[in-house]
Structures are given as C-alpha cells and as structure tokens.
C-alpha cells in the first residue's frame, strides 16, 4: 500500500506574490495541486490523505466541483479528507450537501469515523471540525476500531484553541500511521508514524523554509515515510551582511547575487546587518533587481572613527562625550553608550 499525506492546501488563499508578480500565488496553489494529483496518478498511489485545511475560507461551490473533477480522474487512487479549522463544516457550508465522486470518502462528521478499504488491508479515521476552535483533546478518545490491519488516523491541530494534542496520546491510541494537518511547518513527531506534511505551498510571508508532501510505503504492517519537496516557491528571510567598505551599489550587487544563489523563484524578506561606513546610505527602495523582494529592511549600523570624530569636535559636546568615554573595551556598557551618545548626537547635529 502506498499513500500521498498533505495536509493545508488553503486553496483560494492569497499570500504576498512580491512585484514581479513572483506568479500569481493564488493561482499557484491550485496548480501545485493539480499537479500533486498528477503524481497520484503517475506513481499510481493507493490512497490520498488530506488531514484538513484544503480551503482556507469556505469553499465555493465551483471550487468544490473543480476539485471533484480533479479527483475523479484519478484511476486508481481514493482520496479520504477531514475539514480543518479553516474549512470547517459551517452550517451552510457546501461541504455538507456536495456529492463527490465514489472514490472520494470526506470524514466530515464531527465524532470519529472510519473508511474501509479491505483491497488494502487499511482503514483511514478522522472526524471534522465543525467550529473554528476546538479546546479540548477529543484525539485523546480516539482509539480505532480495529477494522483492518493497517490503521491510519487524519488529525487536525496542536496548538491550544485547536485540538492541542500531545506526542504521548497520540501514541498511546494504537495507530499504524497518524497524518497531521493544520502546522504549516512539516515536521516528524514521531519517525515514520506520526508526521506533519505542513502545507503543500507556504501561505504566508513567515511560513519559510521547504514545503511538499509527505510519500508512504507500507509493507508488512511496517511504513516508511519520505518527505517530498514540491511546493513551487519558498519564503525565504536573509540577512545581508555589509561592511564598512560596501557601497550601496556593491551591496544591491550582493544581493542580487546571493538572490541567484538561493533561486530567483524565492520571495524574499531582507534584512541588513553589519556596519557600515559612517557616510554610507543603502537606497533599499532601489535594491529589489528580480520584483522577489517583499520587503528590506536596514540594521546596519555607522563604524564610527571615534579618533577622528573626536578630532573634528574638539571644542563641542560631541568631542567633550567621546572624550569622557574614551578607552573603554568594544563589549563593555560605556562603549555601548559611546556609540548611541554618538549616533544621538549626530542626528541632532544633522537635524
Ligand atoms: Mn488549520
């Protein structure tokens, strides 16, 4: 038996894209997902686990049928799902009256249910969310029924106001495999039976890093997982370190290339750190070569050359300061109040 675990498509979501349009991002998801079903289809993957959050808003009807005609080309693989918090079964929601194509088996109820699939050997368990929190462990009581040989529960949550599960119950419940959903981070809670997929594409600004699926073998009762890279961008936050001799210009240069470096399909947050010379101002507004950049934001700090400054001040308040605190070490508190004295007075004496 082999399985495809995702978990938060958000499809209809619309993160931040950067100028260039980095793509339309919106669209960008539901083609990382249609392209995810083109790998159930060429891998001919038994099962398709979504473990919630595959909208994230309420899904228009036209969304649905899209996703169902999607699903229904699948020749060989059956797709079980739950809602999440972000798709969860309003009282108006089209969820609950939609019909899907017979190899599609939602888990939409709000107590524990089960799908059967004896060609496989397996049976797949979840129940849904029915309201946008939910407080309590209501995993904590969902043993499986022993149905089939190989057990797999679809789980929705771990933070407080949803569902906050624990490593420990979750094990103690006696399942083969546990696919989370609802942490956009994909992570292991435990090897090769409980794992988080995150969400096929990162949503937001801050979910960096990898994203994709999580691909399942299971034989003899045993599974081994792989985490699969697939989503078509990352978020990525990087620190720009300039230096004293760094122009602006070298500075837009190295980014540009640390940008090519770290692929030019990538959107960016930077931030620059380090010191710069004391006459030096990085234009950021000028620095974003590939419209990938969302956002730059300058740390850097004047080096300051207390001697000459303190040379050129002699008969005012800044040299009087730089005198006074004079001598100390580069980590002590008097240096520290060295540099901001310094860079205070400056400002006013620009001002
Ligand atoms: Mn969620």
Redesign the pocket.
């Given at each position: 038996m082999r399985f495809i675990h995702t978990?938060?498509l958000h499809l209809g979501a619309r993160p931040d894209a950067g100028k260039n349009n980095s793509g339309n991002r919106e669209r960008e998801i539901w083609e990382t997902f249609e392209r995810l079903i083109g790998v159930c289809e060429k891998k001919q993957v038994d099962l398709l686990l979504i473990a919630?959050?595959m909208f994230h808003r309420q899904p228009l009807l036209r969304e649905l049928k899209e996703v169902n005609y999607l699903f229904s080309k699948l020749t060989r693989t059956k797709v079980v799902m739950i809602a999440?918090?972000?798709d969860y079964m309003k009282w108006d929601s089209y969820y609950r009256t939609f019909q899907w194509n017979q190899n599609v088996y939602p888990l939409f109820g709000d107590r524990l249910q089960c799908a059967e699939f004896p060609e496989l050997g397996t049976a797949v368990y979840g129940l849904s969310?029915h309201r946008r929190e939910i407080k309590d462990n209501v995993y904590e009581k969902a043993k499986p029924w022993k149905k089939q040989k190989f057990e797999i529960l679809l789980a929705?949550?771990g933070d407080e106001k949803?569902i906050p599960v624990n490593k420990a119950s979750l094990l103690s419940l006696g399942y083969d495999y546990i696919a989370m959903?609802?942490?956009?981070k994909p992570g292991v809670v435990e090897e090769n039976r409980i794992l988080y997929a995150g969400a096929l594409e990162p949503i937001d600004k801050n979910d960096t890093g990898v994203h994709g699926y999580v691909y399942g073998k299971v034989s003899e009762g045993r599974v081994k997982t792989e985490f699969v890279p697939f989503a078509s961008r990352e978020y990525i936050h990087m620190k720009l370190q300039v230096n004293k001799e760094m122009t602006n210009l070298e500075a837009k240069e190295l980014l540009k290339k640390k940008i090519q470096e770290m692929g030019v399909q990538n959107i960016y947050k930077v931030v620059l750190t380090g010191f710069r010379n004391e006459y030096t101002t990085f234009d950021v507004d000028t620095m974003d070569d590939y419209g990938n950049v969302l956002e730059i934001v300058d740390e850097s700090r004047p080096a300051y050359r207390f001697d000459k400054l303190k040379e050129e001040n002699k008969d005012n308040l800044l040299g009087n300061y730089i005198e006074a605190f004079s001598g100390f070490p580069k980590d002590s508190v008097e240096y520290m109040a060295l540099y901001e004295g310094v860079e205070a007075l400056l400002e006013t004496k620009r001002g």
């Open positions: 978990a938060d919630g959050d999440g918090n972000h969310y929705h949550g949803h959903g609802h942490i956009h």
